[in-house]
């Protein structure tokens, strides 16, 4: 199974950016990577994705315009770049791994993906 790790999180006042990595084991170019995030309270939603063998990103209508993800196949990376942040962008950051084998996208079903990272906390300010 793939390791995920993320990083970058932290805090951050309201119109500011902040970069998370996603740093998988292995990737190949049939991989997807997709970036979840849960808010207290909240159902955990995906956000964005990526598929490596066209570096082909897709977005959540809430993040789409501000958030760009990027993948980078040689350091086996996908970054989300995240700006004019908001206090609704307060919550726990995923990201998340499969092949997209047979599918003919990459999905932002969370039921999907089997490799988990832990998570990076994102907080935003007034």
């Known amino acids: 199974q793939v390791q995920l790790m993320e990083s970058g999180g932290g805090s951050v006042q309201a119109g500011g950016s902040l970069r998370l990595s996603c740093a998988a084991s292995?990737?190949?170019?049939?991989?997807?990577v997709a970036w979840f995030r849960q808010a207290p309270g909240k159902d955990r939603e995906g956000i964005a994705n990526v598929y490596f063998g066209d570096g082909l990103a897709r977005y959540h209508a809430s993040v789409r315009g501000r958030f760009i993800l990027s993948p980078n196949r040689a350091k086996n990376t996908a970054d989300l770049q995240m700006s004019n942040l908001t206090p609704e962008d307060t919550a726990i950051y995923y990201c998340?791994?499969?092949?997209?084998?047979?599918?003919?996208?990459?999905?932002?079903?969370?039921?999907?993906?089997?490799?988990w990272g832990q998570g990076t906390q994102v907080t935003v300010s007034t």
């Open positions: 998340a791994s499969r092949p997209r084998g047979l599918m003919s996208f990459c999905s932002l079903s969370q039921s999907l993906y089997e490799s």
């Open positions: 292995t990737t190949s170019g049939d991989t997807c």
